[in-house]
């Protein structure tokens, strides 16, 4: 089995930055895109970036220039830095990532997802 475990989240004033980390591990033969996602109180979950494994990057609209995302292939973690926070940001983050899982006769992708873990953007 996979599992991913998020890292970093945390209360922080607005203007502020936080780090958060996402680490792979278990049982699988590589992993394609990895991304990050987030679901504020009383809304859907949506997407915040992600990168391919050769580091095509991907961000909504909201967080340009303000979030970095990046990975290390060799620890198959990603990151996501959060530069000038703002309350709009407050969310569980969840981290996903496409895994090429299975045996040596069967190995097919899927997408796993991590517990989350929460930013909060408050004075």
């Known amino acids: 089995q996979v599992q991913l475990v998020e890292s970093g989240g945390g209360l922080v004033q607005p203007g502020g930055s936080l780090r958060l980390s996402c680490a792979a591990s278990g049982s699988f033969f590589s992993i394609d895109t990895m991304g990050w996602y987030r679901q504020a109180p009383g809304k859907e979950r949506e997407l915040v970036a992600t990168?391919?494994?050769?580091?095509?990057?991907n961000y909504a609209d909201s967080v340009k220039g303000r979030f970095t995302i990046s990975r290390d292939n060799a620890k198959n973690t990603v990151y996501l830095q959060m530069n000038s926070l703002q309350p709009v940001d407050t969310a569980v983050y969840y981290c996903?990532?496409?895994?090429?899982?299975?045996?040596?006769?069967?190995?097919?992708?899927?997408?796993?997802w991590g517990q989350g873990t929460e930013v909060t953007v408050s004075s």
């Open positions: 990168i391919t494994s050769g580091g095509s990057t």
């Open positions: 996903n990532a496409d895994v090429k899982t299975g045996d040596t006769v069967y190995r097919y992708w899927k997408p796993f």
